[in-house]
C-alpha cells in the first residue's frame, strides 16, 4: 500500500470517528433537551390536576374526568390521584399505572421523574390543609419520537454523505502533497554512477520534503567527489605502477636476451633493485593514503610536539647526511604547552613527509619552527628551494599531483596527500606558502 492510499484511509478513519462522536453529540443533547421539556408538560399537567380536584370546589372525579377528555392531553396518557395511604381516590385511563406501581413510584421528594417502558412519567406531592396527595402522570411522548426519528435519518445520511466527501478530499490532497516525492523519485531514478553531477529541484528550499532534496544533494556532491577522486586515483596509480613494472620487465628482457659480463649483470640487477624499493615506496604511500581514507576514528593522546619533532629529524639525518635541519622551539615555564592532542604515529608520518620534501628540493638548510601562543601552537617548516609555480599552489595535496618544476626529481606525489589527511583528521590547519626559485614555507596550526 502506498504512503497516498494510506494517508486517504487513515483521514477517512479519522473523519468518520470524528463525525460519529458529534452526531452522538447531538443526538444526546437533543433527546435530553426534548426529554426535559416533555416532563416540564408533565409537571404541569399533574399539578392542575392536584388544584382541580383539591383545591376548586364543586369539582369531583366524574366532572374532572370530562375536563380531562374534553381538553387537549398526551398520547396514551395515564392519570392517578392518590392519598396519604396511597388509595387512589382519582384516575383516567390506567394501564400501566397499577397500584403496586404506585407503590414503587411514591417518594417523599417531589417532583420525581419515572419512566415505564416508553412512556415518562411525573409523581407530584401536593398538601392542602396537613392533608398530603400525591398525583401521577404518565404519558408517551410521540412528537420526541418522531423527531428523534427524523434526526437519526438525517444523521446517518450527513455522515455518509460527509465519509464520501471526505474520501474525495483525502485522495486529492494526499495525492497533492505526495507530488514533490513523486517528483524526487522520479528524479532519483535517472541519477546513476554516470549522471552524479545531476541534482534534485529543490524548491523554496523550505519544507521538509525540500529539505530532504537539499540533504540528498548534499550527499549526491560528497559522492561525486568520491567517485572522481577514485576515479583521478585509480588513473594515476595505475599509471605510476606501469612504469616502473615496464621498466623491470624491459631491463628482464634485455639480461635473458643474450649473455653479457658480470658487470652488466650487476649493473642491470642493481637498477632493478632501485626499481624495486621506489614501487615498495609507491605501494606504502598507497596503503598509507588508503587506510586514511578508511579511517573513521583516530585514538588520540597527549603528545609533545618537541620530542616528536627531535624524533622525526634524527630519523632523516641519515637520509639527509651533509644537510642542517633546524629546531628552533619557543619554550615557556609551563612544560604543558608544548602538549597537543593526537596521534604520534600519524603526525610523525605527516611531518617527516614535510621535512623530506624540504630537504628533497632544496640545497640549503631547513628550519623547523615551533609558535607557541595561549590557544594554538604553530609548527612551521621552511626551506630555500625551488618553491611552488603559484597556479599550482592549490592542487599540491591531491593525490599524484607535482609540480611542473620537480617533475626530474625522484616521488610520486603522495606524501602531501598523506599530510593533509592526518591534518584534517586532527582538525589543526595547514597553510602553505611558497615562491618560486625562493623557497616555500607550510604552517600548521594545531589547538591545545
Not at 406 to 433: C, D, M, P, T, W
Request: hydrophobic share 40%; net charge neutral.
Amino acid at each position: 500500500m502506498n504512503i497516498k492510499t494510506r494517508l486517504s484511509i487513515q483521514f477517512t478513519f479519522v473523519v468518520i470517528g470524528i463525525l460519529i462522536f458529534f452526531s452522538a453529540l447531538v443526538y444526546y443533547f437533543s433527546y435530553t433537551t426534548q426529554r426535559s421539556k416533555f416532563r416540564e408538560n408533565l409537571l404541569e399537567k399533574a399539578q392542575n390536576t392536584a388544584i382541580l380536584l383539591i383545591n376548586v370546589e364543586g369539582v369531583d372525579s366524574t366532572l374532572l374526568k370530562k375536563i380531562h377528555q374534553a381538553t387537549r392531553s398526551f398520547v396514551e396518557e395515564e392519570i392517578a390521584l392518590t392519598d396519604s395511604s396511597n388509595n387512589v381516590i382519582y384516575s383516567n385511563n390506567l394501564h400501566y399505572l397499577s397500584d403496586k406501581v404506585i407503590l414503587e413510584k411514591s417518594y417523599r421528594s417531589s417532583p420525581n421523574y419515572f419512566s415505564i417502558g416508553e412512556k415518562d412519567g411525573v409523581s407530584y406531592n401536593h398538601t392542602i390543609d396537613n392533608k398530603a396527595y400525591t398525583v401521577y402522570v404518565l404519558a408517551y411522548d410521540n412528537s420526541r419520537a418522531e423527531n428523534l426519528i427524523e434526526m437519526r435519518t438525517v444523521l446517518f445520511w450527513s455522515i455518509l454523505f460527509s465519509v464520501w466527501l471526505s474520501i474525495t478530499a483525502s485522495y486529492f490532497f494526499s495525492k497533492l502533497a505526495i507530488r514533490p516525492i513523486s517528483n524526487i523519485i522520479y528524479q532519483v531514478k535517472n541519477i546513476n554512477s554516470s549522471k552524479l553531477n545531476s541534482r534534485l529541484n529543490e524548491g523554496h528550499r523550505k519544507d521538509e520534503i525540500e529539505q530532504l532534496a537539499i540533504t540528498f544533494n548534499q550527499m549526491l556532491s560528497d559522492l561525486e567527489l568520491v567517485f572522481k577522486s577514485q576515479d583521478e586515483f585509480v588513473s594515476n596509480a595505475s599509471h605510476e605502477l606501469r612504469t616502473p613494472f615496464a621498466i623491470m620487465i624491459a631491463e628482464a628482457d634485455y639480461i635473458l636476451g643474450k649473455k653479457h659480463k658480470a658487470e652488466e649483470y650487476m649493473k642491470h640487477i642493481s637498477g632493478m633493485v632501485d626499481d624495486l624499493r621506489k614501487l615498495n615506496a609507491l605501494l606504502n604511500s598507497l596503503l598509507e593514503l588508503a587506510q586514511l581514507n578508511r579511517k573513521n576514528q583516530v585514538v588520540l593522546s597527549l603528545v609533545r610536539i618537541d620530542e616528536l619533532i627531535f624524533n622525526t629529524i634524527q630519523s632523516l639525518k641519515a637520509k639527509y647526511p651533509g644537510r642542517k635541519i633546524m629546531p628552533k622551539i619557543e619554550y615557556s615555564d609551563n612544560e604543558n604547552d608544548l602538549l597537543i592532542t593526537g596521534n604520534a604515529g600519524l603526525l610523525e608520518i605527516a611531518i617527516k613527509n614535510l621535512i623530506d620534501n624540504a630537504c628533497k628540493f632544496s640545497t640549503s638548510d631547513v628550519e623547523v619552527k615551533i609558535g607557541n601562543s595561549s590557544d594554538n601552537l604553530t609548527l612551521i617548516i621552511s626551506d630555500q628551494g625551488i618553491g611552488i609555480p603559484k597556479n599550482e599552489i592549490d592542487t599540491i595535496f591531491k593525490p599524484f599531483k607535482r609540480g611542473t618544476n620537480v617533475r626530474y626529481i625522484g616521488g610520486f606525489g603522495i606524501g602531501l596527500s598523506i599530510v593533509a589527511k592526518i591534518i584534517e583528521l586532527h582538525n589543526a590547519e595547514i597553510q602553505v606558502k611558497s615562491i618560486e626559485k625562493e623557497g616555500t614555507r607550510i604552517e600548521i596550526r594545531f589547538r591545545k
